[in-house]
């Protein structure tokens, strides 16, 4: 069955660092291009970052320099890795194929708050 479990979410203070993982099953995350999105409340699913399947890495600015995506292939995992992180960063992050999409997973939630 394919199917994505994301986890890692948590309450952070602003300037605070979390990682967040996203584990695959029924099919291999090396073989795919891979990203994370997230939403906050009240606003559309946006596109956080992504790793292509020969390594290759794009961000969107809000993020850039502050997050990080990468793979493991041998536990079969994407990570996003958080850090610096802002109020306008809490929301809902799922990850999922980058063109070629799955059923979402159920996310995880980033709360940033002091």
């Known amino acids: 069955q394919v199917q994505l479990v994301e986890s890692g979410g948590g309450l952070v203070q602003p300037g605070g660092s979390l990682r967040l993982s996203c584990a695959a099953s029924?099919?291999?995350?090396?073989?795919?291009?891979m990203a994370w999105y997230r939403q906050a409340p009240g606003n559309r699913r946006e596109l956080v970052a992504r790793?292509?399947?020969?390594?290759?890495?794009i961000y969107a600015d809000s993020v850039k320099g502050r997050f990080t995506i990468s793979r493991d292939n041998a536990e079969n995992t994407v990570y996003l890795q958080m850090n610096s992180l802002r109020p306008e960063d809490t929301a809902v992050y799922y990850c999922?194929?980058?063109?070629?999409?799955?059923?979402w997973g159920q996310g995880t939630q980033v709360t940033v708050s002091s």
């Open positions: 029924g099919f291999t995350v090396s073989v795919y291009h």
């Open positions: 790793i292509f399947s020969a390594g290759t890495t």
């Open positions: 999922n194929r980058y063109g070629t999409m799955i059923t």
